[in-house]
């Protein structure tokens, strides 16, 4: 419009899925631009320049060429970092328990855990410092291999007693219609798609007119989405597998922008994965088939079921055997979230104990001492990534995908099966702008742009005086004033250093070098090999 100059009349054309009737409806339902929202879309992009392009320079100067900073995937790189860092630091620790199978008086058997000895818990992975690998929380028991081995062979033949059963009733409620970052979290945990795959093949089934818009925050159906569900259910199932009355989600997501509902199928009634089988690609159809059970389930009833716990005591020890049945399916009969086979799954979730009553007497068959290790916390999948960064406000979930793509491209990350691994690089960015500029790699500071962006699309604030304030600064240094400062002050020696201890007096370090990261003690060196993940290179190993 700026550019043309238009002098007819011209309005805006707003649909969120490529079908006739969404279309018709929105040539019907046109609006005038919004320019507080351009103006908010604008800040944006010239922030995000202001961030990349000015602290990028500074990367090729200090470590490398080649590199970039940029808003949202530096965050997310520190996200990464800080993960490997715990890692690094980490200390394991080992711990036992006992694990029996027990039978009841008529001989039909199951497995139990020991929970406590003499009143008490029986320590846990959970109840170790992970630093330190030293045992935190105060009034358990550390059984170790020799208590083990001498509690199991002094509880085998002893009298065993049921001491109590409870059954509690439980109810599960469906998760709700896809979101752009939860269809990227499980086309990785259902697919094995990458967050770009899942986009790339979104877009296509968009395109084609099979699903609605894939870039939402929004976990809101439309009433004809409902019908659409519903009338699904009815069809499909029978009445009892229908939710009481239509089910609508609220969106968690802070700074939710919710100008577009839920990824959905597309249309006023939903074609079936096995109508489209033969007219999608195989990616296409298992997307489609993802969004259709997803959409489909919100609508339907929940599961019911019941939880056993039974603890059973001989001498002072206490074990535990619990079990699990689904005694209506509901949704579940549709989709289970992370499992790509809901019957398979559903059989799996049934855990039946025998029947038993308080006082029963049991026999021991079995009883085997069990080492357990603690493990340092799980590296980040890009699933796992995403959540985080939309947990935390960081960034749009519909730049996630291109966010990922870019870390890996620059040798931030790499893949170790789903892992996502941080280079040795990624150490060197992360640490000269934690020193040197925190504020912009802190995630709240993400967070609060994002809110500051949403008040100039309401026209509470301005663009012009936000961006000078951000660049200039605004009683606090803005970015350009800091880079001026700063830019003599680094040194590069320092940044590309990561110190891993001391050998007889001598520092130890990882040097990240113009050919890659290389070990270093004085005037020794070594290389590190590709792939060498920064956790498995320590001290003793350097």
Known sequence: VEL??????????????????????????????????????????????????ELSPLLW???????????????????LVDRERARMRFKEAAYWDLEGIFATQKQETFPAKLVSLGGKRVALGRDFDP????????????????????????????????????????????????????????????????????????QRLYENGYITYMRTDSTTLSEQAIAAARGAVKTLYDESYLSPKPRQFRTKVKNAQEAHEAIRPSGDRFR??????????????????LIWKRTVASQMAEARGRRMTVRLAAQDALFQA?????????????????????????????????????GDSIRCNELEPKEHKTLPPARFTEASLVKELEANGIGRPSTYASIIDTIQRREYTFKKGSALVPTFLAFAVVSLLENHFPELVDSQFTARMEDDLDAISRGESESLPYLKAFYFGNGEPGLRPQLDKKSDDIDPRTVCSIPLGEDNGQPVIVRVGRYGPFLQRGEDTAPIQDGTAPDEISLEKA
Not at 30 to 39: C, E, K, Y
Not at 330 to 351: I, K, N
């Open 272 to 289: 079936t994965p096995s109508e489209l089988e033969g007219e999608l690609e195989h990616d296409a159809f298992r997307l489609y088939e």
């Open 131 to 202: 630093d330190t690998g030293k045992l935190v929380t105060p009034d358990v028991v550390l059984v170790d291999g020799a208590q083990a081995k001498s509690l199991a062979a002094s509880l085998k033949d002893a009298p065993w007693t049921v001491q109590d059963k409870e059954e509690k009733t439980f109810t599960q409620h469906p998760a709700a219609p896809f979101t752009t970052s939860t269809l990227q979290q499980e086309g990785s945990r259902k697919l094995r798609f990458s967050a770009r795959r899942t986009m790339q093949v979104a």
């Open 322 to 358: 619990t079990g699990k049945v689904i005694d209506f399916p509901g949704f579940l009969r549709v989709y289970v979230e992370g499992s790509d086979d809901p019957e398979g799954d559903l059989a799996d979730r049934d855990t039946l104990l025998p029947d038993m009553a308080k």
């Open 61 to 79: 100067k200090k470590i490398g060429p080649g590199l970039s900073a940029g808003r949202v995937q530096s965050v997310a790189i520190r996200i």
């Open 4 to 53: 043309l100059q238009p002098k007819v009349p011209y309005s805006r054309l707003v649909f969120h899925e490529i079908t006739k009737v969404a279309i018709q409806e929105a040539l019907d339902q046109t609006r005038p631009i919004d320019d507080r929202l351009v103006s908010a879309q604008e800040t944006r992009r010239i922030l995000d320049r202001l961030y990349g392009y």
